[in-house]
């Protein structure tokens, strides 16, 4: 008993090992793809956020009179956007991840999971590569870092536990239904405005309703996370575990969906 126990914990092991070699690979292969033919390269990593938040900073500061958020704005703004652009990037990519290479998908034995989870891995390294914009502003603001800096990890945990778990939702009911890619995207952009994204969720204190209805938003106590970097008044912790609490029902129903579905999937492309 206990032979065949210890037999199996290294088989698990190795294949562990050769799904996050693979995982790897292929985000590496998604990323490089990306750039190949763009003579910017990384540096779009770097410029999109850039205008983005650009624009939102001369709407909101120059053109009209802003009683929202946290100055610099500028900041507090990059500190919502960058994740955004991380979710809003990796979920919409998902609605495509079985058709894009089908062939491919068919012809491998690779885990058909990690189709999702290399657009995931790709978006969260551009997200880490766009931080340096992030400091920058931070410097040039007079920004002041808090202790909550070291939260920073448990917040991209969050994020990576929501994004597969809604891209595990997405990717497969996609194929069965493909207007549904065009919803995702109308809802996509919806969410960017229900979301404390150019606000802070402390701005809805005084609209009850809004306020309840935001916590169930998992990336209501996310950004508050993240900001909390910068404005440790952001930092929500009633937010921040409704926000984890959400994001592993979305993994654990994403997994329960992606599973069920994953052989009809394969069928269907």
Do not use: C
Request: net charge positive.
């Amino acid at each position: 008993m206990t032979s065949t126990f210890t037999a199996v914990r290294p088989a698990q092991r190795t294949k562990f090992a050769r799904y996050r070699h693979s995982l790897w690979l292929l985000t590496k292969r998604d990323l490089r793809v990306r750039y190949s033919t763009s003579v910017l390269g990384y540096l779009w990593s770097i410029l999109d956020p850039l205008v983005m938040s650009g624009i939102y900073w001369l709407v909101f500061t120059q053109i009209f009179h802003r009683n929202v958020g946290e100055d610099p704005y500028i900041v507090f703004l990059l500190a919502a956007l960058l994740p955004w652009m991380w979710f809003n990037g990796a979920v919409s990519d998902s609605t495509r991840a079985f058709l894009r290479e089908s062939k491919l998908i068919r012809s491998t034995m690779i885990p058909r999971s990690i189709w999702v989870n290399r657009i995931v891995a790709s978006k969260g390294i551009e997200f880490l590569l766009s931080l340096p914009v992030l400091a920058f502003f931070a410097i040039i603001g007079g920004a002041t870092i808090s202790v909550d800096i070291l939260l920073f990890p448990l917040a991209v945990l969050i994020q990576v536990i929501l994004t597969v778990g809604v891209g595990l939702i997405v990717a497969p009911l996609v194929v069965f239904f493909r207007d549904l890619e065009r919803a995702i995207k109308l809802f996509l952009r919806f969410l960017f405005y229900a979301s404390p994204i150019i606000y802070s969720a402390r701005d809805l204190e005084h609209i009850h309703i809004l306020k309840d209805l935001a916590a169930f938003n998992p990336l209501t106590g996310l950004f508050s996370l993240y900001r909390a970097t910068f404005f440790a008044k952001e930092l929500d912790w009633y937010l921040v575990l409704m926000s984890a609490l959400v994001s592993l029902i979305l993994l654990v129903v994403g997994v329960l969906v992606f599973r069920r579905s994953e052989r009809a999937v394969l069928k269907e492309i």
